[in-house]
Structures are given as structure tokens and as C-alpha cells.
């Protein structure tokens, strides 16, 4: 699917584009990312790729058994909803989290002292197990998408989402190609140069 400096260039953008916006919790964009990612793999690849949403899980440390889990835990295992889900990329059989070099960021805020590696999350879907019980080695990995709930987060974005998304599709190239010069404004605030600020990616799940 995509080339390491590709995905990095597509997270890094979407990255710094958020932090400038002065609006946007970067570590819990994950719709934002989704539909950034989405859109600029249709417009700058010619991909097929889709927006999707639900419970999704992530074994990141094996010795400890830590699992990343974005869903509710309930008595019949784990759903997601409005309050507890994630959202992702999905293009040819494959899954895309382009949020996931900074995974690590939101457990560290909620209490959970993980050191979670900043790597590219990019996997065949074919490769995913049924449910977050079944992972038992790193890397492994359990997604649901749920289109409703996908159809209810897209519904609720505000005009600013749609900004940025133009914003990310205006500064986007393709590597090598540098990114040109580009700022963002609005009635709010003075005018911001657009720089790549996005933390480095240390390797592959």
C-alpha cells in the first residue's frame, strides 16, 4: 500500500494543520484524520479510500500485555458508541491509522503510564481478529467498522472541519515533492505560516 515516507508525509500534515488550527485536541482527532487521510489518498493517489469507525484494538507491549482499546467494555465484550470509538482509513483490503504514530499521547493523559512507540499503523484488513480477547502478540490488531456511527460522526463535524480539510488538501504533495508555502487565517487571530511540526515516526507495527 503506501510507502513509509508517504504515510509520513500524510500524518505529518494532518498533524501540523490541526496543531495550528488553535481549535483541535490533535490526539483525539481521530475523525479528523480519517477523513484528512480519506481524502487525501482519493485526491493525491487516486485510491479508493474510505472513512471508517467503530471498536478497534491494538496490542502495543507483549510482555506487559498492553492493550490499546478504543471502544466500551461491556459484559458481552467490547462496542463502540458516540462516547468511546475510533476512526480509521480503509483502501483495498487494507486498514490505515494515520493518528497512530501518537497513540500514545491520549492513554498518558487518562492515567496510564504506557510508553507507546510512535510507529505507522497500516495492516490488511484480512490480518484482523474478531475481537480485542482474541489479540494475544504485538502488533496484532481487532477493527469493527460500524457505518452508522461512522454516518453520525461525519454529520456532526463543523463547518472549521471542513477548513481544514481544504487546508490539508491545498498544502498536501506527494514525496519527494517539497510542500509549498502556505498560511492559515481566520477573523480570530493573526495569520499562521503552515510548518511541519509532527513528532518523528520510529517504525512499522
Same mark, same amino acid.
Given at each position: 500500500m503506501l510507502p513509509l515516507p508517504d504515510y509520513q508525509r500524510v500524518y505529518q500534515v494532518i498533524y501540523s494543520v490541526l496543531q495550528a488550527s488553535g481549535i483541535a485536541?490533535? /490526539?483525539? =482527532?481521530? #475523525?479528523?484524520? =480519517? /477523513?484528512?487521510?480519506?481524502?487525501?489518498?482519493?485526491?493525491?493517489?487516486?485510491?479508493p479510500a474510505t472513512i471508517s469507525a467503530g471498536c478497534m484494538a491494538l496490542m502495543v507491549e507483549e510482555a506487559g500485555a498492553q492493550v490499546v482499546v478504543y471502544g466500551r467494555k461491556t459484559d458481552n465484550g467490547f462496542v463502540a458508541d458516540l462516547e468511546a470509538f475510533h476512526a480509521w482509513v480503509e483502501c483495498d483490503g487494507w486498514l490505515i491509522d494515520f493518528m497512530a504514530p501518537i497513540m500514545g499521547i491520549a492513554p498518558r493523559a487518562d492515567g496510564h503510564d504506557w510508553q507507546i512507540p510512535r510507529r505507522m499503523l497500516q495492516r490488511r484488513l484480512a490480518d484482523r481478529l474478531p475481537s480485542p480477547g482474541d489479540i494475544q502478540h504485538q502488533g496484532e490488531f481487532a477493527a !469493527?467498522?460500524?457505518?452508522?456511527?461512522?454516518?453520525?460522526?461525519?454529520?456532526?463535524? /463543523?463547518?472549521?472541519?471542513? %477548513?481544514?480539510? !481544504? #487546508?490539508?488538501?491545498?498544502?498536501?504533495?506527494?514525496? +519527494?515533492?517539497?510542500?509549498?508555502?502556505?498560511?492559515?487565517? %481566520?477573523s480570530h487571530g +493573526?495569520? *499562521? *505560516?503552515?510548518?511541519?511540526q509532527a513528532p518523528s515516526i520510529d517504525g512499522v507495527w
Open positions: 485536541t490533535t /490526539s483525539r =482527532a481521530c #475523525v479528523f484524520f =480519517a /477523513s484528512a487521510g480519506a481524502t487525501l489518498l482519493r485526491e493525491h493517489y487516486g485510491l !469493527n467498522h460500524d457505518a452508522a456511527l461512522a454516518e453520525v460522526l461525519l454529520d456532526r463535524q /463543523s463547518v472549521q472541519f471542513e %477548513d481544514l480539510l !481544504n #487546508v490539508c488538501q491545498t498544502w498536501f504533495r506527494r514525496p +519527494p515533492r517539497p510542500l509549498k508555502p502556505l498560511a492559515m487565517a %481566520d +493573526p495569520t *499562521k *505560516k503552515l510548518l511541519l
